[in-house]
């Protein structure tokens, strides 16, 4: 890795814990999953949830349990050549258990490699088909020229539980804004941890300040578990006003923002104005029903407006999906970048206040009370921008536009628009409209 | 004619239609109009009606029949210089009769002919202002140096009849899409003909399948015909939902589409849909108060949403409204592809279904219902396009998006749409919203 | 000035009338204002207010009266190194009266001046914070090397009154158009006496028309006088249906338009048009809360459209607010020429007529009413442009769209689609929607 960290600095703490969740075999259901939440729950006293296997949700079926306790490929001479412990990801997740000698014939249709990166082993899943496979790396596949091969894959199958996370800071009001990963991946960094690492500081965060949202994060299996949640969690959705999906934030590449299927809610306004004013380059994707757990929650009959921001986009990057995926493809800079960048968005929508002007006829008298000395700056520029932001915030605070709105409009960083609000409300020149925050 | 044509093609009848009516001198009244929808029943059994001269449509009044028998100029020695049964387009249509000896002067300021191209015969009416004059080649009017010549025009013009066709198709519902074209004009191909044989086989085609919607195809003359045809049937108009003027179908040139008035409707949507997945090019033009009887229907009064597709624009080709309109004009190929978008756009306007996602609540599970073995194509890509379909259509089917709403922001062709629809309509996974087609 | 003025145009009397305004040392109150609007009184009879000091106008109170008697910087030998006399902007504008002996260091707090432009004397005000302070060219300043100064300002700030002046044209309906200009820079031409000298022909020339709106017109100071005049005529409001800010109307630069807080009112659509079809380059810049006036009026309680059309831009040319605003800046042509302009834009107001099409069920006989003679323009293209405007006239007259409206989407100049209109009516085609203009 050849970027420079600061010893101590978030983003060595985002990045340790990834380091120590890596090795870690996580799936849909199982050990590696409660594993997983109960070294997270270190860091933040999250509550881990256990839904019965069989439990319907919706159109789907909690499935069994699986765990894995060993799996390998030997030559007849006993010699291993695949090995799970070498990684995880060498065994096809959700495999059943198969014990046995197979004809190089037979076992080659089980087994799955990269002829483009011989040196990566591929992340591969079969969920809802009954099924045993390995992965293994190109170079490993092309030396298997014997012709018969003891295989095991000592894995269970059974009546068991789903696991999942989920932590809730109330706020002044039960208005909720959601912030949701998978935790599924075994060791995969960027896709899965990353995004695990910065959700539960996000909460961290957000949990030492007073709020006016409440905030609400979800650590749980991808598609199913979101489906899960929201089957047993139906009556709670009408509070969820928007929320993002978190994954895909440690690499090195600028920030992607998909939109929600409406395209122009609130959670959209928010990321593309922090984008727009991030003075870095970025890409918005439009909504499409397929990706990351978004697809649930924007599915037609859930209805919540989620976006998902990103680095790297889904399946976008090289390494997606494979061996390559590693501690060293995620950097601790931009973990935390990452993290101020949610951080920040959810700031933007817990004080994203209606204000309303008490003097909205003309403008009202700014020296008498001293505003012009209020907002003086540093430096001319700055002065005379937050003297801009100051009129706006008059001009527009009619009801109809919120903090955020007059920012976007102004072409003012919204927390720019939120210290001078501030003022003028300490002024009395505007007040805020209380009734309901979105 | 260089392209080559493969006999028996749909290309070639629809050619060899044109070829039967180009001699026959038409107008918007009279004998030509009749025998033109007489050879036209061969194909189709239209009804052909007669309104009589005199009758109030609107504004306007139908006017006195005309027909004509022979019309020539003659030199002093009895040489025939211009002959009506050389081309029909030498007489001025609807100029009133006319037998005498004309100065070469007086006669001159009858005569039209077009300096720019010395071998084309101009064709040019006069419907509504009494008056009689000869269409000739400027080279021919070049010769024309004797100081007198003798003229006829053995024409009548008398109480009869306008003549017009029409054929309906039911469908399930009384809702109809509206094909026009107008029936006119004597012996040009492209400007005419090609909408008669184009609009005659498109009902032929649309009257063996089974419909939702009715079609209702009118084969008029231009303005008086459909200001005639609306004005008696102003009770029939609620049916119609929208329509298209054909004509200009058979030239070289890619489409062009003329928008409805209102420039976002269904009609729109569709046929903007259909070129930009033709392949083609295209051009769009915005909707202006002239060219074809697009004029009437879309008039403030009559308010329907009827725009126009043809392939060279109205007025813009050379050949326009000349005797090289001409049966080297138009190409079976161009004729049949026409053809081919008319009938496409039509099914789109007919499959155009709202479905109701019956397991809106997250994805349903598809793989328990063998809904991606069901999708499953010849190679990768095309599967993943339709599994994209799938996905597409079930996020939008929430009763308020089309299947050409959601082929539109998937970015996916209508026809793969339909597809996919109908499989998940057969799988239980969606059912059609039946109340109402538009 | 190099530009060739024609003696007893129009642009010379303007100039000439600014040439007289010149001189007055004008501020928010005082008898330079009254002085001023007594000369504009010998071109238009408007009606000149006194407001009293105190007088409260929503978050404001009318300020005390200023006027000024004498001013200068002498240097110990008694010569005058700055002198009111050679120009007004030397005071700061409201300075305080002061009369004594300043060391130079205490001296050069109250001075400004502008590095970049050594011999440009900046203005400079302080209304609302009680002050003094001379303007001078900064090679004046350089040359102040002594160590002591006399220093007197001949001011006095007692209570007195705000005065303006106000012009009122009624029309046929009490729908209202304002113009309002400001009169409170001192010795400055561009900014200020241009705007007075337009707006005062303007309301010349209007009314000695027939007009369908009422027009009014304000001559106020910048600020206090807008507010004062908002706060005292509240009961007026709702009869504004839109304006126009006017200054910096005589420089060479080509137009500017700020749009009004809507961004949409009629205002923008009228100016908007006229600047299309001007054939000169133009700016179209988005609303801010800040600039001239139209910071009061688009206030969010006063919310009335108010757009502003000038040449240069506020704050954005090189002499803006410096002695170098002055009659070399201003030229006739450009003048007469900004006079055109909004007496063009006032017309498009008042004579945005919405037609009803009496024969809206497909076109009207056109013919038979002699329509296409009466389109006859001197040549086909202009005969051409006369048809389509309309036809255009007749298909949009359903009472949804004015004549701007039309004109705009038929891409065809407003005048000409006036005149159509009125050949239209005259021939009982179509009907003024008479109820409400706006």
Redesign the interface.
């Known amino acids: 890795m050849d970027t420079k960290k600061s010893l101590g600095s978030i983003g060595d703490e985002l990045y340790k814990l990834i380091s120590r969740l890596f090795p870690i075999c996580r799936s849909i259901t199982g050990n590696g999953v409660r594993q997983t939440l109960k070294i997270m729950q270190e860091y933040l006293p999250l509550q881990v949830n256990e839904v019965p296997s069989g439990t319907p949700v ?3 079926t909690v499935p069994n349990e699986w765990n894995i306790h060993d799996a390998y490929i030997k030559n007849m001479k006993g010699e291993k050549l695949v090995d799970f412990n070498d990684s995880n990801l060498h065994v096809l997740n959700y495999s059943v258990p198969v014990k046995g000698t197979y004809s190089v014939q037979e076992l080659k249709s089980h087994l799955t490699s990269i002829p483009d990166k011989p040196e990566w082993i591929p992340y591969r899943t079969s969920y ?2 009954a099924s045993w496979g390995f992965c293994l790396s190109h170079s490993q596949l092309q030396t298997m020229k014997d012709d018969e091969y003891e295989v095991c894959i000592d894995s269970s199958l059974k009546p068991g539980s789903l696991t999942y996370g989920e932590y809730y800071i109330p706020g002044q009001t039960e208005e909720e804004c959601l912030f949701s990963c998978h935790i599924c991946h075994p060791s995969l960094c960027n896709d899965n941890l990353s995004g695990i690492a910065v959700v539960l500081w996000l909460a961290k965060m957000l949990s030492t300040q007073k709020n006016r949202l409440s905030f609400r994060f979800l650590f749980i299996p991808g ?1 199913i578990g ?2 899960t949640w ?2 047993l969690n ?1 009556n709670k959705l009408n509070k969820i006003k928007f929320g993002l999906v978190a994954t895909l934030l440690g690499d090195r590449s600028s920030f992607t923002y998909k939109k929600t ?1 409406n395209g122009n809610a609130i959670i959209d306004q928010a990321v593309v104005h922090f984008l727009k004013f991030s003075g870095d380059d970025y890409r918005l994707v439009d909504f ?3 990706g990351y757990d978004e ?2 929650f ?6 919540l407006p989620v976006g998902s921001l990103t680095r790297s986009q889904y399946g976008q990057y090289p390494q997606y999906h494979t061996s390559a995926d590693n501690l060293e493809l995620v950097i601790p800079e931009k973990l935390e970048a990452s993290l101020n960048a949610y951080l920040f968005i959810a700031n933007i929508l817990d004080h994203n206040i209606v204000y309303v ?1 008490q ?7 700014l ?2 009370r001293d505003l012009y000395k209020a907002i003086n700056a540093e430096n001319d520029q700055e002065t005379e921008l937050r003297k ?1 932001a100051m ?2 915030c ?5 009801g109809n536009h919120s903090l955020l709105d007059i920012a976007d409009r ?1 072409a003012i960083p919204f927390e720019l628009m939120k210290e001078v609000g501030e003022i003028l409300e300490e002024k009395g020149l505007v007040k805020r409209l209380e009734s309901k925050l979105y």
Do not use: V
Request: hydrophobic share 35%; glycine share 4%.
């Open positions: 919706f159109d789907w809802y088909q598609t979101a489906i929201l089957a139906e299927r499409s029903p397929y697809r649930q924007n599915s037609p009959g859930i209805n002007n003097f909205p006829k003309c403008e009202p008298h020296g008498k801009m009129l706006w008059l001009n527009l605070s009619d102004a």
